[in-house]
């Protein structure tokens, strides 16, 4: 069994951030050598997700608004501000939108569905964060 873990530097400009990882993906479960196996994609920090669904623009922002609408940005609405921090929200988008993926790795390649993309979700960006990437197989 193989095993290959590389961790993808994030760095948002925007508080609310959707960036596509499929292409880095790929990448790294081709530089692996694995053909049959899984590759498990993390968002390694807490105000952050890594989702499958498709890349369109209307799409994001259907999901941005529906997060907002959800959890909106409100410095006096929840209680973890009282910790001196400012993204109460971010931690509730996160817990919608989830922690992490895993993708099934056939002869060699993401095995997906039609239009399935792997995304990293940012709640609370405009510093550096990683995500880990996971490869094992055969």
Sequence with gaps: MKSHTEYLKIHTQKRREYLNLTPRVSAIVEKSGV??????????????SVYINDDEP???????????????????????????????????????????VVVAITQGRLDFGPWEQIFYAE?????DKRVLVKVIGE
């Design 35 to 48: 053909k049959e196996g899984l590759v498990l994609v993390n968002a390694m920090h807490i105000t952050a």
């Design 58 to 100: 209307g799409l994001l922002e259907d999901f941005d608004e529906f997060l907002e609408k959800t959890a909106p940005y409100d410095l006096k609405k929840y209680r973890h501000h009282r910790t001196g921090e400012d993204n109460g929200d971010a931690h509730l988008k996160r817990q919608l939108f989830g922690r992490e």
């Design 123 to 127: 709640f609370d960006g405009r510093r």
